[in-house]
């Protein structure tokens, strides 16, 4: 196996009962890379990461993290990682700082520094005026910001961020984005996060794999699965948008189209050129806007559907998720 | 803010730090546990008002008709009901698993970098020092209503506990880690902890039993837990304190190790 790789999976699938929740991925990660699965609710993202950091076991297939495998030595493989959980699994009845400091003992952080390297990640994550708080009093977006804190506190060696920044504010995602990038190259840290987020995937992750019913669909850096639709979105508002798709998904440099209250997605090859053959042929459009293409419409391209189109909030673990249970 | 960061800041893993490990994993566990234990005020008050409820409602009933071995109901059911508050605890305590594992707070444990029966050792002495929290508080009403005769053996009283603790809490955390969902709960009400309690000797002595009870009674290791803290406030001992904390470790050895396992093949 090549040394280089933090992260192999070969033909990983877990089932529960008929649902095939992740039916095959194969996928590499290279050490120091920042490395995002890309998937609408419920595509198996979480399942995934549960089986990489050994808390589910894959009904067939193998994984290998940081050169161990994961069914075989889940302890060796635990002494490598920072998981932070999708839903927060920091303690209620626990101070902020508390679940810090029991995180640090139970992750042999050395003694020496421990206590300013826990005052760096509560203030990373803008958490030091509440340190002192019930976790029980904190809002969600704190417990998260303090689930992010607790995952990187022990310098892991592979990180996964199981969608770390949804429901924080734009500002406390960048900031946070920003530290985990710098310590990605630094030391050397694997990042592997989830998100549903294209912007996300696309700013902030070297590579990404796009994943969608437990299938991955598309592997690569983000501008090179953009660059691959070889031209630009553009978004047709008309009455009659089911026809206005038909007629395009026709055209021979039309591609990724899609269809969604009375607009029309589509990637145009050469658009300086070929939009004006385009509108000749369409009637009744009403507006018209051209942008640079995105991973969604990569998303469309092998789905035939936009990512977030059938991606209710409310999945498994939403649905699972009521902090003010206890 | 950005210190603390370059290549050297990472923990080598080496053998003796892995040693270590296990017991700072051990030991974070057992402080969570108690510090959880303590913040829940409704646990703790509960732990202690059905036992109470046994000796003054029952004992103080029964007792106003019964005799038993020449003393008081209530002075012969003390000893039975406070091994019944060890018991209680034990299991309400491993069962709190299901809670941790609903609500999501077991998953950091499970991804530790420590072994599993670290983790388990962690529970078991977190549930071990709630239980003993709840029976000395008992123990102490005891000696206020003049159930506990002094301070050796009151302290010896504790001290048993400790036995008696250790063995229930495994069968605790055994029950908690195989339980999916909290919906078992009654289950485990109807078909351990109550027939456990009824068939230990607490509210009976064990002597001229019909057979089917005796064997039951034989068997549960409640018994001897029981028979222990007889021979504390009472004086008294069916099977003699080395057979009965024989019988106790081994049974403690025995519930560990599947707890253990158990523990090692918990996923979320
Ligand atoms: N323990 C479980 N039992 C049964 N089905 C499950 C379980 N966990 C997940 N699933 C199902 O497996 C599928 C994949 O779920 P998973 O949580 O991995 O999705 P996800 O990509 O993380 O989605 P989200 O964006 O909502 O977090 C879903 O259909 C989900 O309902
Ligand atoms: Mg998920």
Redesign the interface.
Known sequence: MNEKLAISIEKLAKHFGDLKAVDGITLSVQEGEVFALLGPNGAGKTTTISMLTGLLKPTRGSANVAGFDVEREPLKVRQQIGVVFQQPSVDDLLSGRENLDMHALLYNVPAKGRRERIDDMISLVGLTDRQHAKVKEYSGGMRKRLEIARGILHHPKVLFLDEPTTGLDPQTRQHIWEYIKKMSRLEGTTVVFTTHYLEEAEQFAERVAIIDRGKIIATGKPHELVNELGGDTVLLKAKKSKEVAAKIRKMPFAASVSEKNDVVSAVIASSHKNLPIMLRALSGIETIEIRPATLNEVFIKYTGKGIREDSAEGGFWERMMNPNNR | ???????G???R?TGK?IF??YF??V???W??EI??FM??KERVISAVVTPLMWIFAVGGGLGASVQIQGMSYQMFMFPGIASMAILFGSIFYGMYII?DR??????????????RSAVFLGKMLGGMSDALMQVTVLLLIGVAFGFVAGLPALLLAIAFSVIIAACMVSLGLIIGANMKSPEGFNLVMSFVMWPMFMLSGALFPVENLPSYIDIIVKINPLTYGVDLMRLALLGTSKFGMLYDIGVLVFVTIVFAYIGSKSFDRM??
């Open positions: 803010m950005m210190n603390g960061m370059g290549a800041a990472r923990t893993i730090v270590m490990g700072d994993g030991y974070a566990i402080v969570r510090i959880v913040r829940e809670w609903k609500l999501d707070f077991l998953k950091e444990v499970l991804v530790a970098p420590v072994p996923q979320i």
